[in-house]
């Protein structure tokens, strides 16, 4: 057995109602582990490392985990929470710390900043923002609290706000402000907050984003080397990618590109996107068409379209590229299933390798790696 890395798998563990009115019947129990053997190349699913409730998505910090747990009530009020979690000490099991509500119904996403100092989640139905000082002992003190208004092209999907995420940076001018950026699908919007030293969220008009009506901002990352951010939309199941420039400070559209395939119009949403560690390839995922996209980066940051793969199972919600950059796994939400693919770090394409079962992932995080023989 070569060196191992451990992933965290969020998982529906109850019936959850989402914006488009299908019902998912969670079939997890909790905050599983999944361990991929990275000489091998196989993967492997544990039992439950925790048992939250509906743990849609999970971010770790050092020895910390933290999870949103959807809801639309949580102890007896409107809204869902957010869960601290530690190890214990063999590392196997995940012991509840905290459990805070997040004043918003069904939070989807959770981002810690990269000092560790704070954390924001997204409620998405009820289209809010809620952010927490995290403290040495990895427990929350509530900072702040944004409620978003407005809506947007499409009467169903888009009757009310409905924030996606939070992705941090190093905004204002020349990077000097701790920033986040909220996609809400709602209202066709990339909300940016400048965090202050209070932990309160001031919105920043000039650095925010009027996207395409009909779009669905959801989720996005910057380039590491390029001046970029590339944001996946939901509705129009593309990827647009915007120039940002500090010295504005603001975002500039460079382009929007496709993440279906060329001349096809499949009943597909789009849904999450990721970086390859090298920065020369982009890959984002599609429900319905049921795919991985494959993008190489060009020299001035825009995208071009290198291949599509079948995402080797049903919805895939979320995936992640190993660290290291030689694999990619995507949790399949309706099929329940883990798919594993090999990367080819020169030309970004994916070969499929193993599907395992795993029960409703809806989010997949590296928690770190084992030695080899452990």
Known sequence: MGAIRKYLIGTYTEPVLFGTGQIMEGKGKGIHVLKLDLEQGTLAVEPAAGIVRNPSYVAVSGEFVYCVNELKQYNGQMGGSVTVLTWDAPHEKLQIRQVLPTHGEDPCHVAVDETGTYLVAANFMTGSVCCWRIGPDGLLTET????H???SADPVRQAGPHAHAGIWFSGGKNGADRQVLVPDLGKDELAAYRVTAEGKLHYEEAVSVRCRKGNGPRFGEFHAVHSVLYLVNELA????VLAYDSSGPAFTVLQEISTLPEGVQSP??????HISPDGRHVYASNRGLDSIAVFSVLDD???KAVEQVSC?????RNFVIDPDGGYVLVANQDSDTIALFARDPRTGRLTWLQT???PSPVCLIPCGQESAGI
């Open 268 to 273: 597909s949403t789009a849904a999450d996107l």
């Open 237 to 240: 199941s593309s990827v647009t």
């Open 312 to 316: 080797g199972g049903k919805t895939p």
């Open 356 to 358: 395992v079962d795993a």
């Open 149 to 151: 208004e407005g809506c």
């Open 301 to 303: 940051g825009r995208l």
């Open 144 to 147: 702040d609290f944004v409620q």
